[in-house]
């Protein structure tokens, strides 16, 4: 992948030297501000859409409720996550790993298959600065040309109370996402309880609102491309995920050059059939200009490409006003490009994602079919394995800890009983019996009494134990106590 000098006399350019390292920088490292120029055409309307649909799914999400949940609640302080009515909580180890493999998988075969479509299409800060941030400065401060000129001149009236609401509007967007974003973690619920409480009560909500406001605000208003050109490592794995048959935002060199400016008499001709022995690349920069991450796509495949097609809806304009075919760039592969031939789809990496994507899922949805009523876990306290009760044919206490979750979406009695080895007895610390509410977790401590003879020559007894819920058995765990070494004859 080479790169190259790229100017143009209208004021849009792509790297100012092949050796720079981002497209948003100057040669003498000073951030260079972006004013990229919206192309309305097909393809941007199809994401306007497509963005308007996600920014209500975001803020959908934590405020729907499914079975009396949110649709999403990550409560990490609580260490239980809901999502779309399913309960998981931080022991369900295996579900949060099955998860993380599948959200990984899905993101490996749709870059495969579609580049960084994610990037361009779906990702929260492409969405919202893109139709939500950009446009509300369009509105207040004008055109990408009256910005550049009027950021470049000095402070005046006009200057002032323009970035006064920009800004304003800004802090009022970046305060209903901070309270959207946080409502993720504690649910609206919880949030509006705190909204409407005395300040001094929840003095903590406030703070962390304030610095989770400041952050989108900085995000959106200053730091903008460069989240995607310098903090994202999604740009950086790319090139790992994809190959040549990935579905990229690409220019046609093959077509295109080499490039060259034309007049109105030359592009006359061209139109009456007449070859000029340039490409169909006119060198109008259009595509540079409307680049929200300030790269020229004529350079080839390059990192801080976010697949917005927004080059592809310039480029079509320009070609459609001198007559020539469209898809000068377009989405198209690496294979297509360099060989003409048409991409596979069906290779490699993609079959051995897709397999695996579904196996991952199959077991995830048979685990969370085949999930228990209850989650129960026992385990022997620390401190001694086990003590000796004073006595001619004393049993041998030792003392557990059971940690029970209703994993039902209703209140349930439960009581814990020993059912082996024959003659053991559970001797109460904390009530045996007792109730959970729907995903409630309690943990309960009680001794364990093992007749010696169970314990053999290697010192083990196997202890079994029952769940009850209604008279009924849950659950059946068992734990490997220790003990004396006794001689059986």
């Known amino acids: 992948m080479t790169r190259t000098n790229s100017t143009d006399s209208d004021g849009g350019r792509g790297r100012e030297h092949p050796d720079q390292v981002l497209s948003t920088l100057q040669r003498d490292g000073e951030r260079r501000w972006l004013y990229p ?26 405020l729907v409720e499914i079975g009396g949940e949110p649709a999403v609640l990550l409560d990490v302080i609580h260490r239980r996550f809901v999502i779309f009515g399913a309960v998981f909580h931080a022991t369900d180890t295996v579900f949060l790993m099955l998860f993380l493999l599948i959200s990984c998988l899905t993101i490996g075969l749709l870059t495969a298959l579609l580049g960084r479509v994610w990037c361009g299409w779906g990702c929260p800060q492409t969405v919202y600065l893109e139709f939500v941030f950009r446009p509300i400065e369009r509105w207040v401060e004008g055109s990408e040309t009256e910005r550049k000129r009027r950021d470049e001149g000095p402070w005046t009236v006009d200057k002032a109370w323009r970035k006064a609401v920009k800004h304003g509007l800004y802090a009022a967007v970046a305060l209903g996402l901070a309270h959207t974003f946080v409502a993720y973690f504690v649910s609206w619920e919880k949030l509006v309880e705190w909204m409407t409480g005395p300040p001094t009560q929840h003095w903590g909500f406030f703070v962390m609102m304030a610095i989770t406001t400041a952050l989108i605000l900085f995000d959106f208003a200053y730091f903008r491309e460069q989240m995607c050109v310098t903090i994202c490592p999604y740009a950086k794995l790319q090139s790992v995920l994809m190959d040549e048959d990935s579905m990229i935002v690409s220019y046609d060199p093959n077509r295109g050059e080499p490039r060259g400016r034309r007049s109105r008499a030359q592009i006359k001709k061209e139109q009456d059939g007449a070859k000029l022995e ?63 031939e048409e991409a596979n789809i069906l290779r490699p990496r993609v079959i051995l994602y897709s397999l695996l994507l579904a196996a991952l899922m199959g077991i995830f949805g048979f685990l969370l079919y085949a999930e228990q009523p209850v989650s129960v876990d026992v385990r022997r306290e620390s401190g001694a394995s086990y003590r000796q009760l004073d006595g001619e044919g004393q049993p041998v206490a030792s003392s557990v800890q059971f940690r029970l979750r209703n994993q039902t979406d209703q209140t349930q009695s439960y009581e814990i009983t020993v059912e082996g080895p024959e003659g053991s007895s559970l001797r109460e610390v904390d009530d045996l019996s007792f109730e959970l509410d729907a995903n409630e977790m309690t943990r309960v401590n009680t001794w364990v009494l093992i007749p010696k003879r169970h314990f053999g020559s290697e010192g083990r007894a196997e202890a079994t134990f029952a769940i009850r819920s209604d008279g009924e058995i849950v659950q059946k765990p068992s734990l490997s106590m220790q003990g004396p070494i006794t001689h059986v004859e």
């Not at 120029?37 to 996600?54: F, Y």
């Not at 801080?304 to 304009?317: F, K, L």
């Open 37 to 62: 120029t919206p192309s309305h055409g097909p393809l941007w309307r199809a994401r306007l859409v497509v963005g308007w649909a996600l920014i209500a799914l975001f803020t959908a999400l934590p």
């Open 278 to 340: 340039l490409g169909d690349c006119i060198d109008c920069g259009a595509c540079v200009r409307t680049c929200p991450t300030g790269i020229d796509i004529r350079d080839g495949l390059q990192l801080e490409c976010v697949n917005c097609t927004q080059c592809i809806d310039a480029c079509n304009d320009i070609m459609e006003s001198i007559d020539k075919p469209k898809g000068l760039i377009r989405y198209t592969s690496q294979r297509q490009i360099e060989d003409g």
